[in-house]
């Protein structure tokens, strides 16, 4: 069963390194990675390690959410001896060929032949590949790129940090601004209403059908100009986008980006039809702002986990 894990904001750019000395040699695991919408694994093994590299994958994809990641691994293997055998059928063979040519060409055999005309010949030495615990290493790998994982991750949240408290800083502001524009509004019909009434003074007089009219026309432009659902829905965007920043995840490889960016197209939304809606200049220039403020939230949750 899942548990909820309470994970810190991570930052997809980071670095980590773990370096091991045991029974196979000195092993240096390198790891980076960069912000990618998705999970993309890079990883450049020695031939030795190639027949893990599934394993290896699946390690990292249980840390990791979002982001290319790039593992490296480098490899002194152990000085260890390693038996040599010689082929000494190809090694005789390969002799009493030379001494037929020696014979048929008339020259001393003895006087000409030397260890160098057995040196290049392919197979003439054979060497057993060192036995490998399939165990032991399996064990050695999983321990090292656990630990490189967790230094990578270490710098993820102090970088993650550093982006929650801009966003923070950023969401204030949006709240501020929506609050502003909500202020407006009634503004706005009282300043449309005064305008209206000095224009139809001028072409009607002051009248009963004045008044009526003013009021039609007021109505008309309550309607067209109305952008409370808009305000409404707005800010619960803003509360769900701070809820995400400390929202507890089920597993450790989930990404909190994927719903930041989603919130934010719908921020964004909203904004437009506020803009689409809004007439009046200092409203138009808040939306304006707001926008600026959601497209700055956007470049940051492009590097969150």
Known sequence: MSRHLLQPIKSMTAFGRKSLQNELGTLVFEIQSLNRRFLEINLFLPSLFNSFEVKIRSWMRERLGRGVVTLTLSFAEKERGVPVTPNLFLAKEIKNGWEKIASELGLDF????????????????????????????????????????????????????????????????????????????????????????????????????????????????????????????????????????????????????????FLLQELARELNTIGSKASDAKVAHLVVEAKGEVEKIREQSQNIE
């Open 110 to 261: 003895k006087a000409n032949f030397n260890f160098s005309m057995l040196a290049d010949v392919k197979g003439i030495m054979s060497s057993a590949d060192p036995n490998i615990d399939e165990k032991l290493t399996e064990e050695i790998l999983k321990e090292g790129v656990i630990a490189s994982i967790d230094s990578l991750l270490e710098m993820r949240e102090s970088e993650g940090r550093v982006l929650k408290e801009d966003i923070e800083k950023r969401i204030d502001n949006l709240q501020k601004g929506i609050r502003q524009v909500e202020s407006y509004a009634s503004q706005t019909l009282i300043a449309h209403r005064e305008k209206l009434k000095t224009r139809l003074s001028i072409l009607l007089g002051e009248s009963e059908e004045l008044d009526e009219r003013i009021l039609r026309e007021i109505c008309l432009i309550a309607e067209r100009s109305d952008y409370t659902e808009e305000v409404v829905r707005f800010n619960s965007h803003l509360e769900q986008l701070r809820h995400f920043l400390e929202d507890p995840l089920v597993e450790e490889s989930e990404t909190r980006g994927k719903k930041i960016e």
